[in-house]
């Protein structure tokens, strides 16, 4: 009897196993896009060229109506923006992501995330 | 030492000792650095130890040399097919395509034990065989099945009809996440420490496995299955186990291979596997009746030596790389003839001389009846 | 019902339900557009073709050599007779019978030395005659590059230098034993009449063979050796005899089949090639220690039945082309098959 408990909790092991190291070691597409866009009716208007980096990433330059590719593993990141406004104010915009194993390729639309929309990252 | 320890010596290591001869013959004709063959044999080891290994407990159990593992092989190619298409990446994926081929391993090195019982004295061929039909089951899954009835969602790595996965799959995504992980570099030369140390654990385990009671086991019924069954052991399932556990380590082996490589021959990488692993573990010295560790270092060495060196060294021979191609291949296939050769025979004229000295007994058994 | 009971226990499930699956292949091919007559004819083509072929593992089973997986020496020795002949521009049937009278010398040779070596490692031939036929095939791959053949039709176009990979007989004897009395009925139905009987006359050699002294010596070899050897039959003579026969056999096997395929494939060409016939001969019944002749006949015919029909059929069923595939599955699993009964057989006579 306690033969097979143990070699049910082993194998019960092995599966918590794979979906952590499926959840940890997913790969996501992350594409950065600076373009204007229009998400639920809205239009958010691309004016600012800028800088990002994920996580510990180097500094990633994105000029307007460009768009760059990145890849990130696992489920949580950070998202760091840095511009420069009509006022000359160096603004840096830091967001907080999580990744559920559901989604694989998703973009960042700049325009979005500078004026606050909420839908500032969504799935292609 | 007399003669006749001199002479058992070359007999007993004749393989090892032509191919060191081959060697010294052919490297100085193919022309390439020591510094680069260091390197190719660094990698190369690194590449090949964990599948040859695998190939030492069948052995151990009196299966001979098992050409079963390419079943282990597929298996790990299934694992790392599903972690491409779900995007994991590095070391975790590497880990993930282990623990989810090892139960098709596992079911696969099951069906070839009880196959290889029933076919006791044959083990070689019939595992032979077994390897090509359950690669038609594998090209039927792989080929036809994935995309269709398996969900596979990357498109990269089906065909272009939809359905079945090409030729070729990029494991960019886990390319070299064991060899880098521990990098090491002495002169010019790379070493990828984490595998070694890998394959260092396989060893322990290899080296532990034999002491206990089912090693013990294994050995028994490599030497006498009869004798092993009146001492009580259950001879098939034994057999059955060590066939599972080449099986699995053939897996793993192979997916430290692809890892190497980083890039999966969707139909072909596991077709060599068998008589590769298997050809440098006989130039190593091992016989179908014994094998050791040592035997998988030197051979994997040796055989890749002429490897590298053959298609250079025919170059300049003859003029033509493509004889040296074919020379390799033919070497291959020649020491596996000749090792299992040498072995029968030596089986053969052990017999012989069981049978007089049998027959010797019996007849001053009879001269000694007639006087007394 | 005794009769069938008997019919059955005599021919095997195993067998009963290959051919059961032939008919079952015959039987649906119209219904998925396959024509039934050129079906038959493509089977009755492959039969000839391998006939031989598979002949030749009947001498070393009997004499307990086992399945011969080295015969692609005898297919070299046959290979070497046929680009021989092509280099001596001979055309037609005579240069299929230069083919096959430079073949045999060959194959006597290449059997004898091969016998030697097996009589050297009795209990162990099969695995052995698997790796030499492999490292022979390997080692005249560098030949073929380096003999000094010089026809047009051979060697390399601008090269000039070794044979080439795949050599027509088109313009020498192609079908050239196939049209002897050959006759079409219809559009569909082709009847290589010259290569059947042929291969018929090589049945009624071998059958008449084993009915001399010679023949029984070399049976009472393979399944009684303590027998054979009290009463004073030289056990290695008639296994180096039964090798011989079998490669002589696998030479001339090969050209018949070239003369049909159009085609002489050299370089790795062999390589595979033994193991058709070794399915062959097992699917017709034999084991790895009897063989006769009826079983040569049967096997064949199931095996390439099988082989040509179940792709075109399957095929067309599913809209895939799955041929190479199912034909791995097929002709691996029956040998697997055969190879995995026999020790059951076995086991059950040494209990009883």
């Known amino acids: ?124 | ?372 | 019902m005794e009769k069938i009971k008997i019919f059955i226990e005599k021919a095997g499930w195993p067998r009963i339900i290959i051919g059961l699956f032939l008919l079952a292949l015959f039987i649906t091919a119209p219904f998925v557009n396959v024509n039934v007559f050129t079906s038959i004819s493509d089977v009755l083509v492959r039969f000839g073709m391998w006939g031989i072929l598979v002949l030749a593992m009947v001498p070393m089973v009997q004499t307990g050599c086992g399945l011969n997986f080295g015969i692609p020496l005898g297919i070299i020795a046959g290979l070497l007779g046929a680009v021989t002949s092509i280099e001596m521009n001979v055309t037609g049937l005579s240069g299929l019978f230069v083919a096959m009278g430079i073949a045999i010398p060959i194959a006597v040779i290449l059997g004898w030395g091969y016998g030697l070596l097996l009589n050297r490692v009795k209990g162990g031939e099969m695995t052995i005659a698997l790796y030499v036929g492999f490292s022979s095939v390997a080692f005249m791959s560098m030949m073929w590059l380096l003999l000094p053949y010089k026809s047009q039709d051979m060697i390399w176009a601008y090269g000039g230098q070794g044979l080439r990979t795949t050599i027509s007989v088109e313009n020498y004897w192609f079908h050239s034993l196939n049209d002897i009395g050959a006759f079409n009925i219809g559009d569909h139905f082709y009847f290589p009449t010259g290569m059947i009987i042929f291969f018929a006359i090589m049945c009624l050699l071998i059958w008449a063979l084993f009915r001399t002294k010679t023949g029984t010596a070399m049976t009472a070899v393979g399944s009684n050796p303590e027998y054979a050897r009290a009463s004073g039959v030289n056990i290695n003579k008639m296994r180096t005899i039964s090798v011989i026969i079998s490669t002589v056999l696998g030479a001339v096997g090969i050209i018949v089949y070239e003369q049909s395929f159009g085609f002489i494939q050299l370089y790795l060409g062999p390589f595979w090639m033994g193991f058709p016939a070794v399915a062959g001969i097992l699917l017709g019944g034999a084991s790895v220690h009897k063989a006769t002749i009826l079983n040569v006949i049967i096997g064949t015919f199931l095996f390439q039945g099988i082989l040509t029909m179940t792709p075109s059929v399957i095929n067309n069923i599913i809209q895939t082309d799955m041929s190479e595939t199912i034909r791995i599955i097929v002709s691996n699993g029956l040998i697997l098959y055969a190879l995995t009964r026999t020790i059951k057989a076995k086991s059950a006579k040494v209990k009883a």
């Open chain 2, 1 to 372: 030492m007399n003669n006749k320890n001199i002479k058992k010596f070359f007999i007993n290591n004749a393989v090892p000792i032509m191919f060191i001869v081959l060697s010294i013959l052919a490297i100085p004709l193919a022309g390439l650095s020591g510094e680069y063959l260091i390197q190719e044999m660094m990698t190369r080891l690194a590449r090949y130890l964990f599948l040859v290994l695998s190939l030492l407990i069948p052995i151990i159990a009196g299966m001979g040399l098992n050409f079963g593992i390419v079943l282990g092989a597929m298996a790990g190619q299934i694992g790392l097919i599903f972690v491409t298409d779900w995007s994991v990446v590095g070391l975790s994926g590497m880990t993930l395509a282990i623990i989810i081929s090892m139960p098709i391993a596992i079911i696969l090195g099951w069906i070839a034990g009880v196959a290889l019982n029933h076919a006791k004295g044959r083990e070689m061929v019939t595992s032979y065989i077994l390897g090509f039909f359950i690669n038609g089951v594998y090209q039927l899954v792989v080929l036809y099945g994935m995309g269709r009835i398996i969900p596979i969602s990357s498109n990269t790595m089906l065909l272009p009809r939809g359905y079945g996965i090409r030729n070729a799959v990029d494991l960019e995504n886990i390319r070299g996440c064991l060899d880098k992980l521990i990098p090491l570099k002495i002169g010019n030369v790379n070493i990828p420490l984490a595998t070694f140390l890998l394959v260092g654990v396989l060893c322990v385990f290899i080296i532990w496995f034999r002491k206990t009671k089912l090693g013990q086991d294994m050995r028994a019924v490599g030497q006498d299955m009869e004798v092993a069954a009146n001492a009580g052991i259950p001879v098939e399932r034994t057999r059955v186990l060590s066939i599972v556990i080449s099986t699995v380590l053939a897996c793993i082996g192979q997916i430290i291979f692809l890892q190497n490589i980083g890039t999966m021959n969707t139909y072909n990488s596991h077709e060599q596997i068998g008589m590769f692993s298997i050809a440098a573990l006989l130039v190593g010295g091992a016989s179908v009746a014994k094998a050791s560790i040592p035997n998988a270092f030197i051979g994997i060495i040796l055989f890749h030596i002429m490897f590298v060196v053959s298609p250079r060294a025919g170059k300049t021979l003859v003029g033509d790389a493509q004889i040296g191609e074919y020379f390799r291949v033919f070497i291959s296939y020649g020491i596996i003839a000749l090792a299992l050769v040498l072995h029968a025979w030596r089986i053969y004229k052990e017999k012989e001389r069981a049978r007089m000295m049998f027959r010797e007994a019996n007849s001053s058994v009879s001269s000694e009846s007639e006087k007394g």
């Open chain 1, 1 to 124: 009897m306690r033969r097979w408990l143990i070699r049910l909790g082993i194998v019960v092991g092995f599966i918590v196993i794979c979906f952590l190291l499926y959840s940890f070691g997913k790969q996501y597409e992350i594409f950065v896009d600076n373009k204007t866009v229009t998400i639920s009716e809205t239009t958010y208007e691309a004016k600012y060229a800028a800088v990002y980096n994920i996580d510990d990433s180097e500094e990633t330059e994105i000029k307007l109506k460009k768009r760059k590719k990145s890849y990130v593993v696992g489920p949580n990141h950070v998202f760091v923006l840095k511009y420069v406004d009509e006022n000359g104010k160096d603004v840096e915009i830091k967001k907080e992501f999580n990744l559920s194993t559901d989604r694989e390729s998703l973009i960042v639309n700049i325009p979005v995330l500078i004026e606050g929309g909420s839908e500032w990252l969504i799935d292609k």
